[in-house]
C-alpha cells in the first residue's frame, strides 16, 4: 500500500534519480493494488482486463510530477478508450474512470455522458472529477459544472474528463491498508456503470 515514503519520491530532484525512487517504491505498489482491482473488475464487467504502469519513457529532462497505473480492455495502450486509473501526485493518491489524449470516439463518449448525466451525480458525494490529466486540480462534483465539463470535452479538440475518489496524502486511510484497498476497490465499483455506458 502507498506510504509516506510513496508520496516523497517527488521530493527528489533530477529525472534519473526520481524515475528510479518511482520504480523502486511506488510501481510494485501499483502492481500489487491493480492485480487486486483489475481481479475485481473482471467479476464485475465478465472480460478480461489489462495493466499498464506508465514508464514516462518520452520524458529527456523533467521528472514526472505524477506517475499512475491504468487497467484497459486493450492490451496494448489504454489511451484511446475510456479506462481506470490508479495515479499518485505529491499531495494525494487518485482512481478515476479516464478519458485522455482525444480517443477515437470522444465526442461520441461525451454524448453519452451528457444524456446519463444523471448517473455521475448519483455517485458518493466525495466524488470528483478533473478536466486535465496533466495538472493536480479536482472540483467534488457535487459542486461542479458537471454540464460545462462535459460539453468541453465534446467541443474542445484537448478536452478531457476524468471521475472517480482521491485519498489525500494526510487521510487517515493509509494507517489501515485494507480499508484503504477497500475504499479503492469500492471507487471503482461505483465506476462500473459509468464505463459500461461507454462502450461502443
Do not use: C
Not at 510494485?28 to 467479476?43: S, V
Amino acid at each position: 500500500m502507498f506510504t509516506q515514503e510513496s508520496f516523497a519520491v517527488f521530493d527528489i530532484a533530477g529525472l534519473d534519480e526520481r524515475m528510479a525512487a518511482i520504480r523502486e517504491e511506488v510501481q510494485p505498489i501499483f502492481k500489487t493494488i491493480d492485480e487486486r482491482i483489475k481481479k475485481d473488475l473482471e467479476k464485475e464487467l465478465d472480460e478480461p482486463l489489462f495493466i499498464h504502469i506508465a514508464q514516462h519513457r518520452r520524458r529527456s529532462v523533467y521528472p514526472p510530477e505524477n506517475t499512475w497505473s491504468a487497467i484497459s480492455s486493450k492490451k496494448h495502450g489504454y489511451k484511446m478508450e475510456p479506462h481506470f486509473q490508479l495515479g499518485i501526485w505529491p499531495d494525494y493518491v487518485f482512481m478515476y474512470l479516464s478519458i485522455i489524449d482525444q480517443p477515437p470516439k470522444k465526442e461520441q463518449i461525451a454524448q453519452q455522458l451528457l444524456q446519463h448525466s444523471l448517473l455521475l451525480t448519483q455517485l458518493p458525494e466525495d466524488t470528483v472529477m478533473n478536466t486535465d490529466h496533466t495538472k493536480a486540480n479536482y472540483e467534488f462534483i457535487a459542486q461542479a459544472n458537471v454540464k460545462q465539463a462535459l460539453e468541453r470535452l465534446k467541443k474542445v479538440k484537448k478536452g478531457e474528463f476524468q471521475v472517480g475518489r482521491i485519498i489525500a496524502k494526510d487521510s487517515h486511510l493509509w494507517q489501515d491498508p485494507e480499508q484503504a484497498l477497500e475504499y479503492m476497490l469500492a471507487t471503482y465499483r461505483f465506476l462500473v456503470p459509468v464505463y459500461q455506458l461507454l462502450q461502443f
